[in-house]
């Protein structure tokens, strides 16, 4: 069983930056497949990131989101630029064994982007 804990979400301003950070105990994470998700008010979950041997990303973050992981301090993080209002969301971390889907799940940070 992996914990996950997600911080770095707050309130910032059209155009601004935010890194979002997801710690990882219990388990090493290099194994695993990590991803980023995030839900807004009145909407379901939807993806925004993965990474296992590869990226992948949102059309809607392509090119502004970046996920990335530091296996010293299995942590996984997200860093995104150009940030827009419609970004605004609940952020989640994720991981999983590849093929059987995400298994283990943070409690979420705030993203808020003000226009």
């Known amino acids: 069983q992996v914990q996950l804990v997600e911080s770095g979400g707050g309130l910032v301003q059209a155009g601004g930056s935010l890194r979002l950070s997801c710690a990882a105990s219990?388990?090493?994470?290099?194994?695993?497949?990590v991803g980023w998700f995030r839900q807004a008010p009145g909407k379901e979950r939807e993806f925004v990131t993965a990474?296992?041997?590869?990226?992948t990303y949102s059309e809607s973050v392509k090119g502004r989101f970046t996920i990335s992981v530091d296996n010293a301090k299995n942590t996984v993080y997200l860093q995104m630029n150009s940030l827009k209002p419609e970004d605004t969301a609940v952020y989640y971390c994720?991981?999983?064994?590849?093929?059987?889907?995400?298994?283990?799940w943070g409690q979420g940070t705030q993203v808020t982007v003000s226009s």
């Open positions: 994720a991981t999983g064994i590849p093929g059987r889907g995400y298994e283990n």
């Open positions: 219990g388990r090493n994470i290099s194994s695993y497949t």
């Open positions: 990474l296992y041997r590869s990226t």
